[in-house]
């Protein structure tokens, strides 16, 4: 009977030992630690990639409404240069009542705060002059002239020295007047009004 008490006292004859409670909450808790370092690591990296993936969405966005923004400009100097509504052909151009009088005016003191002072809100057909409509999908281009002034006029000389021989018929005198314009421009995408961007041109003629 003795040996027998013993024996189970000692436990087990083999060496080895059994694992204790707090052992387990031990390793209970670092196997938790570990899984959320690594669930905190995942969810770093997902969030990078879909940072990511927005930025580059948006400057894409951006960059497709500046190049809309930039085809209203060349638009904008060509109906400068002629003085007059133009028609291009391909574009739609939409004008409003009060752009040919803008053209015609030598400057803007005439016109209406919301002709001039205001930015451009599509929703108010008041605060901007023309539309063009260009590109697939379609792009909505607005421009309204909020300045123009009368630029100071140019005067160039040639000077000819000569000791014989006759006079040049060319007096070598000229003026030039300028008028210098300035544009508001805002170019946004027909489906999604938030892909849009705002630029100012301005132009001498």
Known sequence: MMKQYEFLRKGPSDGSRQQTGSERGVALILVLVLSAIGLLV??????VITMGTQLSGSEKRYRTAHEAALGGIDIMRKI???QAATVVPGVAITYQG?????LAANDLSGFPANQ??????????????????MGTPAYRVYAK???KKQGNTNKGYKQVRIKTGVVPSD?????GHFTYYTFNILAQKLTNPNERV????VHIF
């Open 42 to 47: 995942m969810t770093t990296v997902l969030y």
């Open 80 to 82: 400068i240069q002629d």
């Open 98 to 102: 009060t752009f040919t009088a803008k």
């Open 116 to 133: 001039t002072d205001i930015q451009i809100d599509p929703g108010n057909a008041n605060t901007y002059d023309l539309f063009i409509d």
């Open 145 to 147: 002239m909020v300045q």
């Open 171 to 175: 007096p070598g005198m000229g003026e």
């Open 198 to 201: 705002r630029m100012d041109l």
